[in-house]
Structure formats: C-alpha cells, structure tokens
C-alpha cells in the first residue's frame, strides 16, 4: 500500500507539470595552468586539465507544478551523478517539493556565498570547494582559515548536504513572510532505497547499528524549519532551527541556529549580517558581507568570525576583498583574503588572486594569478603560485 501512495503521489506531481514546456541547458567550465609550482620546486610546471563543473539540465514548469533534472560532473575523471527534484503548488499558500536540489534552497547568504565569485570559483578564482577547503586537514573543519570568510554563520540551505534529498514543504501564510519545513528522508548512502527494499540493515555499512537511523523520531528531529521575513523597502530577516536528531543516548541533540539581515536600502548598496550556533552553542559563529554597485565600479567584502568553545582562547577571523571594474570589452577582478587563528597568531593562511572575465558569445573567458599558502594545494609553509585560464560555455 505504501508503495501504491508513494507511486500515485510522484504521478500526480509528473501529471502536474506535463503540459509545460520543457527546456535544455547546461554547461561546460573547464581551464587549465599555463605554469603552476611553489617555493620548494626547482623548476615550474605546466599543464593539469581541470573540470570544475559540467552539466546538463531539463526543466519543466507550469502554472503550479514543476521540476528540474540535472546531469553532472565536477571532478576530472567526468565521473557523472545526477539530482533530480518536483514541486507542486496546489494553493498560492502551499509549495510541496519532493526530491534533491544541490544548488541548495533556502540557503541564507545574499553577499558572501556562492554569488561573491559567482562563475570564476572552481577554476580560475580562488574561493569555497577548491583552494579554500582542505579535505581533511583545515584548520576549522575541512576549511582553511581563509575560508571562515565565506562561511561562518550562514546557513547553506536545503540540498547542500549529504543527506538532504527530501521533502520541502513551504508555507505563505501571508505576503512577505514564509515558513519552510524541509525533512531529509536520505541518511548516509542512500536512506530511501534501502527502506524502500526492505533492507534497512545495509546501514551497518555506515558504521551504524541497523535500523537505527530509520526511525521516525530520528527523521523529523533532523528537520530544518527556516522563516523568512521581508521587510518592505529594508530587506529580509531569516531564522532557521537546523535539528540535530538524537544522540548515542537517545537524547534530543541541541539544534544548531542560525539567523541572517540582509540590507538593500539604499540603491547600489547591500549588507548582510549573520550569527550562528552550533555544536550545542559551543561555536559561536559571525558573518558579514558588503556590496557596492557605482557605475563601472564594484566592491565586495566579507567578514567571518568563529569562537569555537567560550572555554578557549581559539577565535578565528576570516576576511576577504572583491574589488571589480568593468572596462567594456573586460572586467578586472582583484580577489584576496587571509584567515588567521587570534589565539595562535603565527597560524594564518592568505591569498592574492587578481583575474579577468571576458564575454564570449554564449561563453566566457576566464584568466588570472594565484598567490597563496593554502595548505589544500601544497604542504605547510610553501607558497604556491599558478597562472590558470579557464573557459565557461553556456547552452
């Protein structure tokens, strides 16, 4: 029976957006070093493709009901994946969306997110998911100092993570303000097939007991319930309790929280702030950004600030600088940023990243310097230096 109500509702949502016209575009980012080394070869190097992003998306949507489906890749050995989410409007007070958008819904970062490089990032702009994450090894996480920049305090949205293939559900009580209810029903490698098979014990392959992460209190107390205020001529005001689930215990874990004003007031000007607490309010997080649109000319910058114990002494800053200017057939871009332990002031990581992006029909060129230490790139205490190039093409 469950699977017949499962099978009729995704039906249903299909039927909804089967008259609208469907569409497809997609993507290719790909770049490469004219020379690339640090202070520790004896001669640079050359060469290295990098594909930082290619897909193809289908889209379809109707006065009510829609979806989008995307093809892609995002590491060099064109190792394909794909996400695909529907979504149905039976009111204008009701938005239900079912399934996984990893561009992220709902996310709270207006300045100093993905936008701040917005299309460089990945290739030719040093920024979040390449120089400034480690893997392993970051300072704060998986991050380099540098990169607190971008994302303390602000709430990535539904979809980012691992396990947030789901259901969204999103209420409009009264105009200008919104509530969503977003419920990941995915754990680890794959939540909802191995439910769906009946074979909840393959879980153990996650280093979980079987069954465990299954329950039904363990799925709704991971829920995220964000609210979204706009204030009229001011800007927006977000809150979002991100649930934790249970503990080894079978405790109700102390959800993170995190809360964000964004500004645009004044024409040409934004700011945003943003405060967040995780770790059962052991790390305390700050962030701020800041646009500045004059003519030719724009600026942005963006502050992160973590404490992450009120029992230490370990407080690290992170900040970064965006000036651009449009020259007409280019615009210059200077990217630069560092990120420094306040408690250990010799632990500091920084970059300098001057590009230009030039138009190209339906494309976009790409090339520029990299400075840096960042650890992800090399070992401690070498500065590493490229000269990359990279091509966007649109479709």
Not at 259 to 276: L, Q
Not at 337 to 351: A, K, N, R, S, Y
């Amino acid at each position: 029976m469950k699977k017949i109500i499962v099978t009729l509702a995704v039906l249903a949502l299909i039927a909804g957006a089967a008259f609208a016209q469907p569409s497809v575009g997609g993507n290719l980012k790909i770049g490469t070093n004219l020379l690339w080394g640090n202070t520790e070869l004896e001669e640079p190097l050359a060469g290295g493709t990098t594909v930082w992003d290619a897909y193809t998306n289908i889209v379809w949507a109707g006065d009510n009901a829609g979806g989008m489906m995307r093809l892609w890749t995002k590491s060099n050995e064109w190792v394909p994946e794909f996400f695909t989410f529907w979504w149905w409007k039976p009111i204008q007070q009701v938005r239900i969306q079912l399934g996984k958008n990893r561009d992220a819904d709902f996310g709270h970062a207006q300045i100093a997110g993905w936008g701040y490089n917005a299309e460089a990032q990945g290739g030719v702009a040093i920024d979040k998911d390449r120089e400034l994450t480690d893997y392993g090894n970051g300072y704060y996480g998986n991050e380099s100092l540098a990169a607190i920049a971008r994302t303390a305090a602000w709430w990535g949205g539904f979809g980012a993570g691992a396990n947030d293939l789901g259901i969204a559900l999103s209420l409009y009580p009264i105009p200008g303000f919104e509530v969503d209810i977003c419920i990941p029903m995915q754990d680890g490698e794959g939540g909802w097939y191995k439910v769906a098979s009946g074979t909840p014990t393959q879980a153990g392959k996650n280093g979980m007991k079987p069954g465990d992460s299954f329950t039904a209190s363990n799925t709704y107390l991971s829920s995220k319930i964000n609210f979204n205020v706009a204030v009229p001529d001011i800007g927006n005001i977000r809150f979002v309790a991100d649930l934790q689930g249970k503990d080894d215990d079978d405790a109700i874990k102390t959800p993170n929280v995190h809360a964000a004003f964004y500004i645009n007031a004044v024409d040409g000007m934004g700011i945003e702030i943003g405060a967040g607490f995780r770790n059962e309010f052991e790390t305390i997080e700050i962030g701020a950004g800041y646009r500045l649109i004059a003519e030719a000319l724009t600026f942005k910058a963006r502050v992160g600030l973590v404490a992450k114990s009120p029992d230490t002494d370990n407080l690290l800053l992170g900040i970064g600088i965006l000036p651009a200017y449009n020259l007409g057939k280019l615009v210059a871009l200077f990217n630069a940023g560092f990120g420094i332990d306040l408690g250990e002031t010799d632990v500091m990581d920084w970059f300098i990243n001057p590009y230009i992006s030039v138009p190209a029909n339906s494309g976009r060129f790409y090339g520029g310097i990299k400075i840096h230490n960042l650890k992800s790139l090399g070992a401690e205490d070498v500065i590493s230096w490229s000269i990359p190039i990279g091509w966007n093409v649109y479709f």
